[in-house]
């Protein structure tokens, strides 16, 4: 089945504007879906109000130029009222943007950070925080609601390629570059850098937080897939299966699933408790054999993404195509067409996917279905029991093996 288009954000182009540099690397939703921000190419990162966004579609038809009624920031403070009704914004950041993240504050969340004397910032409820990854290392966090610059972060030598808030409001930030190296960050402590998190052997692609934000998994070149312990900074595991470069991974909603994509042309699900791959989902058929893995370049995954109903997987490779998988198909239940594309999220909610090409975004419905009560039971159990504890429960093998994700 193909998906319904949503919509469409078209970066605007000069005659002259060639397509180097004008890659759209990242999409990213607000936790709250207020926002979306995008790369637009270049140094350009764009912000919309989603709900505003949403409603052009509607009145418009899908098409909506991204610069029509777009202003440059101005540089004085906002007032509380700015704050209560979003404004599109374009923020600057000096150089080519490779990673975006939203992250929002939760004030009674401790802070790590041993210096509690004193601080620039004083992030309350309400805050609302981009950060962007920049081509020379730097990440600069923003103010959402007044797009001023807060703070830049100077500690990584090389290309900032992934960017990834703790879900828990603790402000903890993680980045994933090319330097071979992840690092940690506290914003409630000013952008203190707090850990060098060392293993990946050549660039890092991308890292993820799990739903608690106890773990997180990072993935690389070489076929590297990592899961950290985020309260002692220690190494898990490494997951091994993929026979090429990983290059997007991201937890289910429950915790209980890792997706990892590859230039292996083939997405895996694993159990990350125990390191075992569940599903398989490939791109080219026959799969390819290890030994030419890395041959079949019109194929390679780019993105992957988990629904917010656990069901789904989004995800991007290319041969020019989206697709949407059922965690229990074996093969898509939806695709779409997408040239270029190299990026892929899900909004908040679910109903949209999110993809990224040449600077401007692509949105599809998402395949929509009640889920069973019995799935339903089945997350709320993993969110709070790893694999472990599950295997251990006093109930019948076929229902373990339904927690477990096994059938």
């Not at 979003?86 to 504050?105: K, M, N, R, T, Y």
Request: contains cysteine; charged residues 20%; neutral net charge.
């Amino acid at each position: 089945a193909r998906s319904r288009t949503v919509g469409e954000l078209l970066a605007p182009t000069s005659p002259f504007d060639k397509k180097c540099g004008r890659e759209n690397w990242t999409v990213a939703f607000a936790p709250d879906g207020s926002y979306f921000a995008w790369s637009q190419g270049h140094r350009i990162v764009k912000l919309v109000p989603w709900s505003q966004c949403l409603n052009n579609f509607l009145l418009h038809g899908t098409k909506n130029v991204a610069n029509s009624n777009s202003t440059r920031l101005s540089r004085q403070n906002s007032d509380s009222g700015q704050k209560n009704k979003p404004c599109e914004h374009i923020i600057d950041c000096g150089d080519i943007v490779w990673s975006l993240a939203f992250g929002s504050s939760v004030p009674e969340k401790q802070s790590r950070c041993v210096n509690i004397e004193w601080h620039r910032f004083k992030f309350g409820q309400d805050q609302l925080l981009l950060a962007t990854g920049l081509n020379n290392g730097r990440i600069k966090i923003w103010d959402v609601y007044t797009g001023k610059l807060l703070l830049n972060l100077m500690d990584h030598t090389e290309v900032v390629r992934d960017l990834t808030f703790a879900p828990d409001g603790s402000l903890i930030l993680v980045s994933a570059s090319r330097d071979k190296t992840l690092r940690v960050w506290d914003l409630k402590d000013d952008g203190n850098m707090m850990k060098v998190l060392r293993g990946h052997q050549n660039w890092v692609y991308g890292c993820a937080f799990s739903p608690d934000s106890s773990v997180l998994c990072s993935v690389g070149a070489s076929k590297a897939v990592f899961l950290w312990n985020m309260d002692k900074y220690s190494m898990i595991r490494k997951l091994e299966g993929h026979h090429n470069d990983v290059v997007a991974c991201e937890f289910s909603p429950d915790g209980a699933l890792l997706a990892t994509a590859s230039y292996d042309t083939r997405v895996y699900v694993w159990d990350p408790y125990i390191g075992v791959i569940l599903m398989e989902f490939g791109h080219l058929f026959p799969p390819p054999t290890p030994i030419f893995a890395g041959g079949a370049n019109d194929r390679w995954v780019r993105s992957v993404s988990f629904s917010h109903d656990g069901l789904h997987i989004a995800s991007l490779a290319d041969d020019k195509m989206v697709r949407f998988w059922r965690i229990d198909e074996e093969y898509p239940v939806q695709v779409a067409p997408l040239n270029n594309g190299l990026c892929c999220t899900f909004s908040t909610d679910g109903s949209v996917l999110a993809a990224g090409q040449d600077g401007s975004v692509y949105f599809w419905a998402t395949p929509r279905q009640v889920s069973s009560l019995q799935h339903l039971c089945r997350m709320a159990i993993r969110r709070v029991m790893p694999t472990g504890q599950v295997k251990n429960l006093p109930i019948p093998s076929k229902v373990v093996e339904f927690l477990c994700y096994q059938i």
